[in-house]
């Protein structure tokens, strides 16, 4: 497969490149040449399959021969081996979960797959490879676990001060080893450009092997696909596909949806759930895109101004707004609605979601409303006990806290608080020559 980008001023790149290199040189995000179908009798016999047999059919494709068959079904054993089970609330609506990897977030996949790849592929670069990324919350974690000890990479992560839960930022600060935490005063958006600038440096590209592992790199983005095939293999009723809400920040998982429905997956709708961070549920009423500064909100790691993959939407329905607006609705949910989300759906039916998916619950509970035969999955994309600080006075009670998050908290953090200035983060880059 080849990948372009969607700046066009970039010769097109094997995965190898897109995926070492993250972001194209004309600043570009990586779009593969041809999307692929999927085999209908794969589609239509989904139960039959295996979970790290749904996910290599989907990958495989995009992978190509840069990375060798036994290589390539070995990353991806490792990348789905924990459960994604789908569970029904009621006769409506039933949850993907999607927090049962080791940093209880949906980006385990993502970050596994991703450092996995370039763990092989950094094998025939001579050169330190360092792995920049800005994070909002979960990617962090994810990516600190995914790259941990992983030999010739080195990770900088960047998080915003203050702005993170307490086990989110544990989980990105205390590994150690070839992790680097650096705390950034200032928002998300504000880590997002450091990283931007950082890349956009000849200078410091020239002194060190830069890659991204934000939801921009192929890598991480393109798995991300394999949540969308394991609820159609658990959906029980084949005729009639779900309506599929997904909590949404930064874009990329739901743009990966998307990318699955498009190659051949049946699915009713799709549903963008976002906090008051309303750039997308804005644009899909009035046609105008206008990024914003991020507003903080209880489902954090939605906090994103600008989603940068959205352009990757645009790019699958051919910039036509009209033909994104019959698969794709967006809603926006306030912080005293996903509360009052949290309240209800753990009264109702004894299930606790986290403040994302309780936004993913309440967007699709929005739009059932506008359709009384559908049925619908929201995805649960965080486990409750990483938001604990916020749950646990909604429902004025205790979550239990799983030994792995213990096991964190316990730990001390070390991270560099630093200005969110590029020269301040050039300092720290350098460092690792
Ligand atoms: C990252 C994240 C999201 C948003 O995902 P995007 O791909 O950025 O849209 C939602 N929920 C949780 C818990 C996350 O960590």
Redesign the pocket.
């Known amino acids: 497969m080849l990948y372009y980008s969607l700046n066009r001023q970039s010769p097109v790149v094997s995965f190898k490149e897109a995926a070492i290199r993250g972001q194209a040189p004309d600043k570009g995000l990586y779009f593969p040449k041809r999307i692929p179908e999927f085999d209908p009798l794969f589609i239509n016999h989904i139960e039959q399959y295996g979970k790290e047999d749904i996910a290599y059919r989907v990958i495989s494709p995009y992978v190509g021969d840069d990375i060798p068959e036994d290589v390539l079904r070995k990353i991806v054993a490792e990348t789905v081996n924990f459960e994604i089970p789908l569970v029904k609330l009621n006769d409506k609506v039933s949850t993907l979960e999607l927090f049962h990897g080791p940093t209880l ?3 385990d996949v993502g970050a596994r797959f991703m450092s996995r790849c370039l763990g092989y592929f950094s094998k025939s670069i001579t050169e330190k490879v360092v792995v920049l990324v800005a994070t909002s ?3 962090g974690g994810a990516v600190a676990h995914g790259f941990y000890d992983v030999p010739g990479v080195e990770v900088v992560i960047l998080y915003p001060s203050g702005k993170v839960s307490s086990v989110q930022e544990k989980q990105l600060t205390t590994l150690g080893k070839n992790i680097r935490a650096l705390e950034v005063e200032g928002s998300f958006d504000d880590c997002q450009r450091l990283v931007k600038q950082a890349f956009a440096d000849q200078s410091l590209i020239e002194q060190l092997f830069l890659t991204s592992a934000n ?1 921009i790199n192929v890598a991480r983005w393109l798995p991300q696909q394999f949540y969308y095939l394991f609820a159609w293999q658990q959906w029980k009723d084949k005729t009639a596909p779900p309506v599929i809400s997904v ?8 743009c990966a949806g998307l990318l699955a429905h498009v190659s051949g997956m049946p699915v009713k709708h799709f549903v963008a759930a976002c906090n008051a961070n309303t750039v997308v549920p804005d644009f899909l009423e009035s046609g105008n895109y206008v990024p914003k500064p991020a507003v903080p909100t209880i489902s954090n ?2 906090d994103v101004g600008d989603p940068s993959n959205f352009v990757r939407i645009l790019e699958i329905f051919n910039q036509q707004l009209g033909s994104l607006k019959k698969v794709l609705s967006s809603y926006s949910v306030s912080d005293v609605e996903t509360k009052r989300t949290i309240r209800e759906v753990y009264s109702a039916y004894g299930y606790l979601p986290d403040p ?1 998916g309780a936004v993913g619950y309440r967007a699709l509970q929005q739009y059932l409303q506008t359709d009384s035969e559908a049925k619908g999955i929201f995805l649960e ?2 486990h409750p006990v990483k938001f604990y600080d916020v749950v646990e006075p909604v429902i004025h009670s205790n979550i239990p806290v799983p030994d792995s998050v213990r096991g964190v908290i316990n730990q001390t953090k070390q991270a560099v608080l630093m200005p969110a200035e590029y020269e301040a983060l050039k300092e720290q880059l350098l460092k690792l020559r």
């Open positions: 977030a949906f980006k919350g979960d990617t939801s909590p949404s920040g930064n874009f990329g998982n739901i790691a939605m994302h994309t965080a």
